[in-house]
């Protein structure tokens, strides 16, 4: 797939099954990851790759999260199951640093932009992926459970894996309701 083509057919895939990144491409995927803009040089970027084996473990710290901080039936109810969505999922995560010329907001705008670089590294290989935040990604309890400060953001869950429908979404947008000219 040719960079145009990426950028201009990209596209989120909720049903995603095995297989998910190989070796090889989980490499490119981390590469891509680290390739974004990143005023000052910060590196305000964190990665914790959950393969399959490990979504258990992320179930079950979502579970005694939505337990610990009362969360409604539904939320606690499905809470072990939600890693099990894809084989693979990369957390994106922006770490808390004071820095005087580069706010917050930047630190976690290079972040954003690391989880979107691979999703596209993803599609690029032929596989696929949807970024999720929601509760989980704001839970204290689970920032504490995955070794976060309370002040990081989880910029997003990166759900990897294989489509199981193949369907090329229509293109929503035009670029005249957006583009205006000064
Ligand atoms: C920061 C952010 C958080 C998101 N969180 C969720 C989410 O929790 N659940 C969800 O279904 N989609 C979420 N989405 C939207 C999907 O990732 C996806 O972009 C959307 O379904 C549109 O699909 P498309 O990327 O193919 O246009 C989020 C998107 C962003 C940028």
């Known amino acids: 797939m040719d960079a145009i083509e990426l950028l201009l057919t990209r596209q989120s895939d909720s049903n995603l099954s095995f297989p998910g990144p190989n070796e090889s491409q989980l490499e490119i995927i981390k590469k891509a990851a680290l390739k974004v803009p990143d005023h000052g040089g910060l ?90 935040t929601g509760y989980f990604a704001q839970s204290p309890a689970v920032k504490r459970e995955l070794g976060l400060n309370e002040k990081d953001e989880i910029v997003g869950y990166l759900y990897l894996g294989t489509p199981t429908v193949q369907c090329t979404k229509p293109v929503r947008h035009e670029p005249n309701t957006f583009f205006t000219e000064l």
């Open 43 to 132: 590196a305000p970027w964190k990665f914790i790759v959950v393969n399959e084996d490990a979504r258990d473990k992320l179930g079950e710290i979502y579970y005694n999260a939505a337990v610990e901080e009362q969360q409604n039936e539904r939320t606690v109810s499905r809470a072990k199951e939600l890693p099990h969505r894809a084989p693979m999922l990369i957390i994106a995560i922006s770490p808390h640093q004071e820095h005087p010329k580069v706010p917050r907001v930047e630190q976690i705008e290079s972040a954003a932009c690391a989880c979107f670089a691979m999703q596209q590294a993803a599609f690029a290989q032929h596989l696929s992926g949807v970024w999720r």
